[in-house]
């Protein structure tokens, strides 16, 4: 600290000032170090809560880069750009930039220390207030310029360095791809991290060309540059070791890359105009900025998507939402063991109901549209029930911490479905259920004997499951839950941060009167408010349970009872085959008699009795009426039903027109708008490109050509083509008038993985939809 330490050849930045001395400059410089130290060593709470204020409402972008690739002008351009935003950089302004000469004129190991150091006062600055009016902070380098800059050209660690040397003796660098990711992590007590890190990429010849520009003001310069941001200063040797050296800066750049600690990393070609340039930075900036400071306007719609993306922040879930390995992503569960699936619900309790549960579930998933957890498969019941819920996720920390509420119902995933989907459970959960399953099938007394005889019984029975080809995977079941009402609070009563605490509440759109199944598709359908923090929670008084007919619709050989079987066992639901095929008979078809009616050469119904024959067509909407209000009355929720109405009314269309009589269309309407009373539909159509597929399949399968015998098969199935698939349009003369929603997906391809793919998208498309089976009669 006495002046007498440093060379008289460096020259600090105020020397020449009046009111700054020299003593001044290092005095000051040291009290700094002071501050931050006791800063960085501080344990108390207050500290710590400081920071996490910081990391929740400021949003920081890092731009690095080579010396003459534009990161000054652009942290510029960015500030400008950007509301509520300030620019800065390591070496800061002030008090660092009076003294880095000095270091920069030392070299070697001690200019690179100061450097770091320059790293935890920018995090001392932004934490203590020094930019607390602005929300954005655009930092010229920080740590990633440290690491970079290091481990392409590391200094030579010699207690002999020549004091003021400024240069580094040469030695061999081995390839950054081959380091460990370990040299390129973050540091843990550098704690502020940046939201965004940019990396402008530049060609040597480019730079240079900026660089030598630049060089008549280098001279005079006394901020900024080498590794720091901006001009160098005129110890700084890296301009002339990068033109020296190109593959130096190629080392840097990627060690730039391999910098583990942003939650973003993004590269940018800088090589053209800055207007391009910032433009790509805007780009980039702009949807994760609004994430990180507005999530409330970024995820309106999409509610789940937030509570994904806390997941994520606090390292509990990947991208795509999957918890993380060993992560303690811990769920409350709130719902009443009454096992009931006939969809009715009401807020006042009655005598002799059963007190609810309360579980704490560890969750597997969060998606667009539902949360999923496992549990115990003998905890909840069977596929087709449902169970209204509540659920409580709590995270984060004070004073920005945050409470996920929920209301809506639980139901079970089929095993079919989570083979499809590639989901299993945790094998220590598969463990302990499988132990516990053990324990319970004994009587009280032997199980009281076993616990006192060996009290390691327990242990020895998980250890056992664990074991390969022992643990019983039936013994848990994956539930999912799909909200109706969400909340979130951010913040809590002693929480002093502008806005907070904050309350959001999401309800679905299905609820209102003109809600519209067919395009109610974004993120199922949500509507946002702000409500106040502590106020009443609003309630929903009276909850129904619409039932759910999924209508598959095709051609001849399109996989309409493959794919509508299949679909429904991953559904765990029953499956309605074809009236047409299942009501005729089959002994009596003959070729061509499709064309007529019940596959006989009339359009009668064979098996009418004498004097009382029934037309084919009228038989079948009447059967199909029927079966519509067994399911009505039945305790099923969800079906899936082959052809029904709405092939019906195609097959129904083309006999009319083989027979020249009027066709009536407007009956087969009017029976789907009866449905919906009580029922969601949606159509999935299964689609080919060309009667070739149909003749192809009828060649390799007896099957389709027993089930439906035709004279010439590629005349009539281009005819049957052009009637079932193209003539009637779906969406326009049917769906779209009733609200129904419609998917169309191509099922030319056979195979597994080709069936495996459509049954994905049909679930996806069902799945999104979910939310118009719930009807809310009132709420407050």
């Given at each position: ?642 052809t029904w109405h709405v092939g019906n009314a195609a ?31 949606v159509v999935v159509q299964l689609m080919l490109t ?91």
């Open positions: 600290r006495d002046r007498n330490d440093f060379p008289a050849d460096v020259v600090f930045a105020n020397k020449d000032r009046d009111d700054v001395t020299t003593d001044d400059v290092i005095s000051n410089f040291y009290d700094l170090l002071d501050k931050v130290e006791a800063y960085l060593t501080d344990p108390s709470s207050s500290q710590q809560h400081k920071l996490n204020a910081t990391q929740q409402t400021k949003f920081l972008i890092e731009v690095e880069g080579l010396d003459g690739s534009g990161k000054t002008t652009l942290v510029k351009r960015l500030q400008e750009t950007l509301p509520h935003a300030i620019a800065t950089k390591t070496p800061s302004s002030g008090l660092l930039a009076d003294i880095r000469p000095l270091w920069d004129k030392r070299g070697g190991i001690l200019a690179r220390a100061f450097y770091m150091i320059s790293n935890y006062v920018l995090e001392y600055e932004i934490v203590t207030g020094y930019y607390e009016q602005y929300d954005v902070i655009i930092i010229d380098r920080w740590y990633a310029s440290t690491c970079g800059y290091t481990v392409a050209r590391p200094p030579k660690n010699d207690s002999s360095n020549t004091l003021g040397s400024g240069e580094e003796e040469e030695q061999r660098i081995p390839n950054i791809g081959d380091m460990p990711d370990k040299m390129f992590d973050w540091p843990t007590d550098l704690r502020l991290r940046p939201n965004i890190l940019l990396v402008l990429q530049i060609d040597q010849s480019t730079r240079q060309k900026r660089v030598d520009n630049r060089a008549s003001s280098i001279a005079t310069a006394t901020t900024g540059g080498g590794e720091g941001g901006g001009a160098p200063s005129r110890f700084n040797p890296w301009d002339e070791r990068l033109a020296k050296d190109i593959a130096l800066g190629e080392r840097i750049l990627e060690a730039l890359h391999r910098v583990r600690g942003p939650d973003e990393t993004y590269t940018i070609n800088a090589n053209n105009s800055i207007e391009d340039v910032a433009r790509q930075a805007l780009d980039i900036v702009k949807l994760p900025m609004e994430r990180h400071l507005n999530p409330q306007d970024h995820f309106a719609s999409n509610p789940l998507g937030w509570w994904k993306y806390m997941g994520q922040n606090l390292q509990l879930c990947d991208e795509s939402g999957k918890r993380m390995h060993h992560a303690l992503w811990n769920l409350q569960v709130s719902y009443n063991s009454s096992k009931s699936s006939n969809g009715s619900s009401s807020s006042s309790s009655s005598s002799g109901s059963s007190i609810p549960i309360l579980k704490t579930v560890g969750l597997d998933r969060i998606d667009t549209n539902f949360v999923y957890y496992w549990t115990a498969s003998s905890a909840f019941p069977c596929n087709e029930s449902f169970i209204w819920a509540s659920i409580l996720w709590m995270g984060g920390t004070y004073p920005t911490e945050f409470q996920w509420r929920a209301e809506g119902y639980l139901k079970r995933v089929t095993e079919e479905e989570c083979l499809l989907r590639g989901y299993s459970a945790p094998q220590s959960l598969v463990a302990h259920v499988t132990a516990c399953t053990t324990f319970s099938s004994d009587d009280d007394g032997k199980r009281r004997r076993r616990r006192i005889s060996r009290p390691d019984a327990y242990d020895d029975a998980v250890d056992d499951a664990r074991s390969v080809g022992t643990a019983n995977s039936s013994v848990v079941c994956m539930v999912r839950f799909f909200p109706i009402r969400i909340e979130v609070l951010r913040g809590g009563p002693s929480t002093r941060l502008p806005g907070y605490p904050q309350r959001w509440e999401w309800s679905r759109r299905s609820f209102s009167s003109d809600a519209n199944a067919a395009t109610d598709t974004d993120a199922g359908g949500w509507t946002m408010r702000s409500i106040l923090p502590f106020g009443p929670t609003p309630t929903m008084t009276t909850m129904g349970f619409r039932d759910l007919t999924i209508c598959i619709v095709g051609t001849h050989t399109s996989g309409k009872s493959t794919i509508g079987r299949k679909l429904a066992k991953l559904l765990g639901c029953q499956f309605d085959a074809e009236l047409g095929e299942t009501e005729r008979d089959s002994e009596s078809l003959v070729e061509g008699g499709h064309l007529h009616g019940d596959g006989s050469s009339t359009t009668l119904l064979s098996s009418s009795p004498p004097g009382q024959e029934e037309d084919w067509d009228d038989f079948l909407l009447k059967r199909e009426c029927e079966r519509d209000a067994l399911f009505q009355d039945s305790k099923r929720s969800i079906r899936v039903v082959e097959w129904y269309k083309l006999r009319q027109q083989k027979s020249a009589a009027n066709t009536d269309l407007e009956r087969y309407k009017i029976a789907i708008s009866k449905h919906q009373e009580s029922s969601l539909v060309s009667p070739s597929t149909m003749v192809r399949r009828r060649e390799i399968d007896t099957d389709n050509r027993k089930r439906l015998p035709m004279q010439d098969d590629e005349k009539e199935c281009h005819q049957l083509y052009i009637a079932l698939q193209d003539s009637i349009n779906l969406k326009k003369d049917m769906l779209d008038p009733l609200g129904i929603p419609l998917l169309q997906v191509n099922n030319d391809v056979d195979g597994d993985e080709a069936m495996e793919k459509i049954l994905m998208d049909v679930l996806s498309f069902v799945q999104m939809r979910l939310h118009h089976q719930v009807l809310v009669a009132s709420s407050e």
